[in-house]
């Protein structure tokens, strides 16, 4: 077993339709404002940017995203990352009633050299610090998307 290797998938509900859900997700440079733990975002081009993520834990992890297939149509987004992480995250839309269901999908290396070291025994952290990142996240997006379709940014 690879112990710096990862793979998650959260399914969340969001009480807000799929055109306002993708909205939120596709400006990548607001997600410090309802993601916690997504504490910058910076657009290097079109196509791509650098994010730094920190949890509970106390290490940042600084990743390049790069833009991979996406579209509203699909009700998907998907992204490339390198750096601490290397590999890719998915985030999948499906309407559900008068909401969404969300799909958050991630598989990725972890090449920070510190994690990479902890690997073994620090993985039931690292596990538990994501868990609480994404209860955060799916508790943000909720907010924000519901917030956006109220003020009809995305309809």
Known sequence: MDWSHYRFCSIWKVPAPPAAVYAVLENAEAYPRWWPQVREVVRVDEHSGTARFRSLLPY??????????????AGLLEVRMTGDLE?????????????????????????????????VLGRPFFLANHALMMRSGRRGLAAEATARQADGDAV
């Open 60 to 73: 940042d992890l600084l990743v390049g995203v790069h833009e991979g297939r996406g579209g509203l149509d």
């Open 87 to 119: 590999g890719w995250m998915r985030w999948t839309l499906r309407p559900h009633g008068t909401g969404t269901v969300v799909r958050y999908e991630q598989e990725v290396d972890v090449n920070k050299p510190l994690l990479r070291r902890l690997a």
